[in-house]
């Protein structure tokens, strides 16, 4: 696609339950990066990926999170019983072989009441 | 570790007022640096960047940057802002030459254009 594509664009989800938000990166791009924005403060690294391997997970908070590329292409990210610090906006990014800069996609909001 | 430090949480200016806002990054090597826009409703986009050579670049919509290596800055500057430039502005900076690109950002800056 034209883009780095994120869907949903919103979700609100409930106290302990299972969210996934999926990515959709450019065309071509090998390398595809999850970052989490909160309130206020800049984008978080949370995984890169290379292909369909995690390269760099070394962002990821704890347990409950975990990502996936099996295809290398569309990635998922999981969220297993969300909690509401969780709540923030959640970007993906792509870049192309030999490339040094990241496009990033619109986000997902996830809100966790 | 890397850490970017951006000193202006919120800036208000008029339109024609020049305009800078400041970065330092803490890494003990050679670093690609950049600045990236979020406008009010969009995605983050980059505005320039920095790998090598002249340490003054220019980025899109009239912006510019200048990497000070002895003080680990590289503020960004425009002349004479539009009340478009009214946005959130981040710098980040990733290792030269590391495999992959993981950027660490900074805690962006808010800024207001009045028109």
């Given at each position: 696609?034209?883009?780095?594509?994120?869907?949903?664009?919103?979700?609100?989800?409930?106290?302990?339950?299972?969210?996934?938000?999926?990515?959709?990166?450019?065309?071509?791009?090998?390398?595809?990066?999850?970052?989490?924005?909160?309130?206020?403060q800049g984008p978080e690294f949370l995984i890169y990926f290379q292909g369909t391997g995690a390269a760099d997970d070394s962002g990821l908070p704890n347990d409950r999170f975990f990502a996936v590329r099996p295809e290398g292409s569309v990635s998922t990210l999981k969220i297993?019983?969300?909690?509401?610090?969780?709540?923030?906006?959640?970007?993906?990014?792509?870049?192309?072989?030999?490339?040094?800069?990241?496009?990033?996609?619109?986000?997902?909001?996830?809100?966790?009441l | 570790a890397q850490s970017?430090?951006?000193h202006n949480h919120h800036v208000i200016l008029s339109e024609a007022a020049s305009l800078e806002l400041g970065c330092n990054y803490s890494?003990?090597?050679?670093?690609?640096?950049?600045?990236?826009?979020?406008?009010?409703?969009?995605?983050?986009q980059l505005l320039l960047k920095y790998f090598s050579g002249d340490p003054l670049v220019k980025g899109i919509k009239g912006f510019e940057a200048e990497f000070i290596n002895s003080k680990f800055s590289f503020n960004l500057r425009k002349p004479s802002v539009q009340w478009s430039d009214t946005a959130e502005y981040f710098c980040a900076?990733?290792?030269?030459?590391?495999?992959?690109?993981?950027?660490?950002?900074?805690?962006?800056?808010?800024?207001?254009?009045?028109?």
């Open positions: 696609g034209a883009g780095v594509s994120q869907t949903p664009s919103n979700k609100v989800t409930e106290k302990g339950k299972y969210v996934e938000l999926r990515c959709d990166p450019i065309s071509g791009h090998t390398a595809l990066y999850w970052y989490r924005q909160s309130l206020g297993q019983r969300t909690e509401r610090g969780d709540s923030a906006v959640y970007l993906c990014a792509s870049s192309s072989p030999g490339a040094n800069v990241l496009t990033f996609g619109a986000g997902s909001r996830l809100t966790v | 970017v430090s951006q890494y003990g090597g050679t670093v690609n640096l950049f600045w990236y826009v979020q406008y009010p409703g969009q995605h983050l900076v990733n290792a030269y030459k590391a495999a992959g690109n993981k950027l660490t950002f900074g805690g962006g800056t808010r800024v207001l254009v009045k028109p």
